[in-house]
């Protein structure tokens, strides 16, 4: 059966994305062991806390390499929230932590004199280009936020949707089969479900 | 731009809400999951959750209840009351929560709050201040006092040096609550607010006094990020309850910027 993995590491949150999907009706199932990638179609990598502790979480659990073979060799659909999508970038400033280096750019903290950090709340996310994440949501959308650092990807198409804190950041990224928003999709109500939803309805058509 | 929160905070008993005056008498309202699940509809923008009996009768936290909202809600989803150490936050978040709230025991183990920091970044962990006023003195230069175990022991902290040192300890947002307007429906404490707000750089959630859309307006009207509102909503001591969408459409009149209520409907199939 077609389903969605979850990487279930520790101080993720995988129970609330696992909540989230059983709410729109997509199968899932937990990854976290090498084996877990051989069960899944395409993969959700959730993300709180920091992007180096989250790199600690996954060298541990030995995911490194699977997940960056699944993704970037098999070219399986990936879905990064919050941190997974900082550790999809060569680097972060938060903790000078190196990350997995699938696109080029880097994680950057945002200016303490500009905002408050670590931004927290809903903000509004401009479409910066036509994207399939989008379907049937407007731009203008609202979703929930909680981050202190944010991506600076050195490609800008990559950039998909952006949000304003203290300046333009990055909101959506999408390059081919890796997507990854900034927000939290599982906590950002009907909007969020929605493009959670539409992931699983491109993913399965891959 | 980041919009201006409106909040529901729950006292929850046995998994029922209830709703204090000035931290005494509590009234058994509905089960926690059903007033959050109807909260979600109508558009609250977070939910803290505060199991009060965890934290005074020294008993771990409902975490049934806490799993419950969290398949019920999309929405972030705060935890507080009897959490005392990573493994009570591990044990919290795994159950769903995005964030752990600590009050008492963050004043009596500061150390707390970095632990919680470290492992889960600052992003996770509110402190949450009961402030009450009184007289200013050489401990209390502010005339703003900390309180714990619910407001019933007074601890010769002053509220400003608090929420710094909490901040520099790894606090990601304060929720501060005034003892004196706390269940009294007459407004926030706004001058406490904006003190408070002029010395940290995290958000800061207003807590305390919500009666009115105008209360609301002139908390969110400060540099404050959030307003808890939850007797508004649901308390049946108040002459009338408001609606999320009502609130929210007396906020925009008054020019401040908030969530407007979703169009898109759950996409379930």
């Known amino acids: ?206 | 731009m980041l919009t201006k929160r409106i909040i529901a905070c729950l006292d929850v008993v046995d998994g029922m809400v209830t709703k204090a005056r000035k931290f005494q008498n509590n009234i058994e309202i509905r089960p926690a999951v059903d007033v959050i699940s109807d909260l979600y509809e109508d558009g609250i923008d977070e939910v803290i959750f505060y199991d009060i009996k965890a934290s005074t009768e020294r008993r771990t936290i409902d975490l049934d209840t806490v799993r419950k909202v969290a398949r019920r809600i999309f929405v972030p989803f705060t935890v507080g009351g009897g959490i005392r150490d990573l493994s009570d936050m591990i044990a919290v978040l795994g159950a769903g929560a995005e964030k752990i709230s600590i009050d008492s025991m963050a004043v009596r183990n500061p150390e707390i709050i970095s632990h919680g920091a470290r492992e889960f970044g600052r992003q996770c962990m509110v402190v949450s201040m009961q402030v009450k006023r009184v007289n200013r003195s050489a401990a209390i230069p502010t005339g703003f006092e900390i309180a714990i175990d619910g407001a019933r022991t007074f601890t010769g902290t002053d509220a400003l040096d608090w929420a710094k040192r909490a901040v520099d300890l790894g606090a990601g947002e304060l929720c501060v609550n005034s003892i004196d307007r706390d269940g009294t429906h007459a407004g926030f404490d706004i001058e406490l607010m904006n003190m408070i707000c002029d010395s940290v750089n995290v958000p800061v959630i207003a807590s305390g006094g919500a009666g009115t859309t105008r209360h609301v307006a002139e908390v969110l009207k400060t540099e404050a990020s959030a307003a808890i509102v939850s007797s508004m909503l649901y308390s049946p001591r108040l002459p009338r309850n408001f609606s999320c969408a009502e609130i929210k459409n007396f906020l925009v009149k008054e020019g401040i910027h908030v969530r407007p209520d979703s169009e898109i409907s759950p996409p379930m199939n």
């Open chain 1, 1 to 206: 059966m077609w389903k969605i993995g979850i990487i279930d590491y520790r101080a993720g949150n995988s129970e609330s994305v696992a909540a989230a999907l059983a709410a729109i009706n997509v199968p899932f199932e937990m990854v976290n062991s090498p084996e877990g990638f051989a069960a899944v179609d395409a993969i959700v990598m959730p993300g709180v806390g920091s992007a180096g502790a989250t790199m600690d979480s996954l060298s541990e659990l030995g995911l490194i390499a699977p997940m960056t073979e699944f993704v970037m060799q098999r070219r399986r659909p990936y879905l990064g929230i919050c941190v997974g999508l900082q550790v999809v970038f060569a680097r972060s400033e938060e903790g000078d932590a190196t990350c997995l280096g699938w696109l080029p750019g880097t994680v950057r903290r945002f200016c303490e004199t500009a905002v408050r950090v670590p931004q927290i709340g809903w903000n509004e996310v401009r479409k910066a280009r036509d994207h399939p994440i989008f379907e049937g949501i407007e731009s203008g959308c609202y979703v929930y936020f909680v981050n202190s650092y944010h991506a600076l990807p050195e490609e800008d198409d990559v950039v998909v949707g952006t949000a304003d804190y203290g300046g333009r950041s990055t909101a959506i990224i999408g390059k081919d089969n890796v997507w990854a928003t900034q927000f939290h999709v599982e906590k950002s109500g009907p909007v969020g479900l929605r493009m959670l939803k539409n992931f699983a309805i491109e993913s399965a058509k891959c």
